[in-house]
């Protein structure tokens, strides 16, 4: 199957800074997507983005599919946006049922 | 609208018993999948339906029983509980229609001492 690796796997910031998270697959992909999981266990899907560049407010995701990887980026981080960060992929682009997931990126974003 | 509901949200069960997660959703969604999530890990596919009477193996099915026989619901059965089966269970249901968007529920934490 696919194997998706996810850096760093922790990262603590202070309120107001930016962030890179990456996340390399090892195979080819038509389905790729970033979830945040809030301390609480919720699971909220943050993008959905098989290539290209996507924003949302102060989230950005770009994914260069020819090169494997895709990058999740956070400005101006608020304590809310703590939490696990991950990235699923899955080489079918409808298949949002059959994703792989990598293990994440803790964020602790403190005050 | 409620989403995707998962029942009951905490279970302790004892080694060799079975047990139903429940998992509905009002989307009229054609996906939906089963994952567990262990302590500092990502999510593992479990079984995985792309409609009513269609069910199919993920990555981690052993000890694992789905049925579909509705669009709304989709049942996990643990047929012998173990402690390794000890995790956070999350149903997701996804359909084209939706945009890509994946909706999960709250999540099944499971104890098996």
């Known amino acids: 199957g696919i194997q998706v690796e996810q850096s760093p796997p922790d990262l603590i910031l202070q309120e107001g800074a930016n962030s890179t998270l990456r996340c390399n697959f090892s195979d080819s992909v038509n389905n790729l997507q970033w979830f945040h999981q809030n301390p609480w266990g919720q699971l909220i899907n943050l993008f959905y983005?098989?290539?290209g560049t996507k924003q949302n407010g102060r989230l950005s995701a770009t994914t260069v599919a020819t090169e494997r990887y895709s990058l999740l980026y956070i400005s101006s981080s608020q304590t809310t946006d703590s939490g696990v960060y991950f990235c699923?992929?899955?080489?079918?682009?409808?298949?949002?049922?059959?994703?792989?997931f990598g293990e994440g990126t803790q964020l602790t974003v403190n005050p | 609208n409620a989403g995707v509901t998962q029942t009951p949200k905490f279970q302790v069960l004892k080694t060799g018993q079975s047990m139903t997660l429940q998992c509905a959703q009002d989307m009229n969604h054609e996906y939906m999948s089963w994952y567990r999530q262990d302590p500092g890990m990502g999510l593992r596919l479990i079984h995985y339906?792309?409609?009513?009477?269609?069910?199919d193996q993920g990555e981690v099915p052993n000890g694992y029983n789905v049925s579909r026989s509705t669009t709304e619901d989709f049942p996990l059965r643990l047929l012998s509980a173990a402690p390794s089966q000890t995790s956070v269970y999350f149903c997701?249901?996804?359909?084209?229609?939706?945009?890509?968007?994946?909706?999960f529920g709250e999540g099944s934490w499971l104890t098996v001492v």
């Open positions: 699923a992929v899955d080489r079918e682009e409808t298949s949002g049922s059959r994703l792989t």
């Open positions: 983005i098989p290539s």
């Open positions: 997701a249901s996804f359909d084209w229609s939706s945009g890509n968007t994946i909706y």
């Open positions: 339906s792309v409609g009513a009477g269609i069910t």
